[in-house]
């Protein structure tokens, strides 16, 4: 069964000197890196997502087009240089976006789910209606959001319609 990392919105905005930094942001991204390292080493594609803001809304807090804060965070990028980049304006990672095509020409069928705003892209890309023809888990370590509380509700909510891993258990 071919598999694939998607790693979503690990931005610049997201860290401390960022427009919205999260709670444990550089911890999260240290998962994450690892994560990455152990999904190539087990041959699993890694696919980035990353959000831009769409200026026709006017400008936004965070995430706005050609901003520093926009951009994947450095150690992201190295981690997995040559992995395609996915442009999305929404939360769904597949709304509108050209996710379903990438994963469907690399014949993939299983998708572990990291990155920021577990509340918000994370779980509304994992649950997904474009989602629902793959076998999906969550990588419960390798997310974050605005703080500990809302990270752990949005986990157990949606934990009821995909599985949450540990990135150590699904890549060693």
Known sequence: MRKALIVIDVQNDYFPSGNFPLWNADKTLTHIELAIANAIKNKVEIIHVQHIANP?????????????????????????????IVIKRHADGFHHTNLDNILQAQ???????????????????AISKAAEKYQVSILADCCTTVDEMIHGIALSAVSTRVVLRQ???VFS
């Open 107 to 125: 014949d993939i069928q299983e998708l572990f789910i990291c990155g920021m705003m577990t509340q918000n892209c994370v779980t509304h890309t």
């Open 56 to 84: 026709d809304n006017g400008v936004s807090p965070f995430f706005n087009e050609d901003s520093e804060g926009v951009q994947i965070h450095p150690r992201i990028l190295a981690a997995a240089p040559d992995a395609p």
């Open 167 to 169: 990135s150590t258990e």
